[in-house]
């Protein structure tokens, strides 16, 4: 009788390019965001995408989520970042209907990040990041995919866009 063994490897396929070309299809989203008005100042939005980026660009990001409320309703777009080659898709960016929320919905992003990771963690820190935050859109709908070389994000949607 013979033992068979079976392993599997993943390959970590993050570059730099592949980061920045998936960022440019995530910030559509945010230049949507702004567009719409909402009550949050668009410059604590331009602030929230360049942390992502940042987190992002030193291979620290796990996830994201953009959260909107209002009157007891939830909406949240979130980001799940794959290292390791399991998206294939590329799908055009955008497509978000941002309008069918209220313009008075208030505007929160929450993050999950390497936590080993001291650059990160001292940035975040200097920008005003604290621990907490819940995350509402794990369970979302499947929604596009960006990705180049490997290195994607999932796009989440929750609520009724």
């Known amino acids: 009788m013979s033992t068979q063994t079976y392993t599997s490897s993943r390959a970590d396929t993050y570059t730099e390019a592949s980061a920045r070309y998936v960022l440019g299809k995530i910030f559509d989203d945010f230049n949507g965001i702004m567009f719409r008005g909402f009550s949050t100042n668009p410059e604590t939005i331009k602030g929230w995408r360049d942390d992502v980026a940042f987190v992002m660009m030193h291979d620290a990001l796990y996830h994201f ?72 859109a794990a369970d979302g709908t499947g929604d596009k995919a960006y990705s180049k070389n490997g290195y994607g994000v999932n796009r989440k949607m929750h609520g009724d866009f």
């Open 65 to 136: 989520e953009l959260q909107f409320k209002y009157n007891g309703q939830n909406w949240a777009v979130r980001y799940e970042v794959d290292k390791y080659g399991g998206i294939s898709r590329n799908d055009d960016s955008g497509g978000v209907d941002f309008y069918c929320i209220p313009s008075g919905a208030t505007v929160h992003i929450v993050m999950q990040n390497d936590k080993t990771n001291e650059t990160v963690n001292n940035y975040l820190a200097r920008r005003g990041w604290v621990s907490g935050g819940s995350f509402i």
